[in-house]
Nanobody, 114 residues
Framework: QVQLVESGGGLVQPGGSLRLSCAAS????????MAWYRQAPGKQREWVGY???????KYLDSVKGRFTISRDSAKNEVYLHMNDLKPEDTAVYYC????????WGQGTQVTVSS
């Protein structure tokens, strides 16, 4: 089983920024399209965006222009840069293959509040 570890979450004010990291161990995801997901309290996980091995990215409409996904294949890591955060962005954020092929990690909590 590939181990996914998300980090970088925290409490930020509306309009603030945060950078999340996802590190994988046990295997490489260099050849996989990697995605970020989030799960708000009482809701199911939803797809946020993804990045392919050649760098193509796509995002949920509500985060376009605010979130940026990048990856460092050498480090086997993927990142989510979040700007202009809004209260509705509050959720536990997870990373995984776009097909959810890896075991889910613990996620990292992002709370946007005044």
């Amino acid at each position: 089983q590939v181990q996914l570890v998300e980090s970088g979450g925290g409490l930020v004010q509306p309009g603030g920024s945060l950078r999340l990291s996802c590190a994988a161990s046990g295997s490489s995801f260099s050849d996989n399209a990697m995605a970020w997901y989030r799960q708000a309290p009482g809701k199911q996980r939803e797809w946020v965006g993804y990045i392919t091995r050649d760098g193509y990215t796509k995002y949920l409409d509500s985060v376009k222009g605010r979130f940026t996904i990048s990856r460092d294949s050498a480090k086997n890591e993927v990142y989510l840069h979040m700007n202009d955060l809004k209260p509705e962005d509050t959720a536990v954020y997870y990373c995984n293959r776009i097909d959810s092929g890896f075991h889910w990690g613990q996620g990292t909590q992002v709370t946007v509040s005044s």
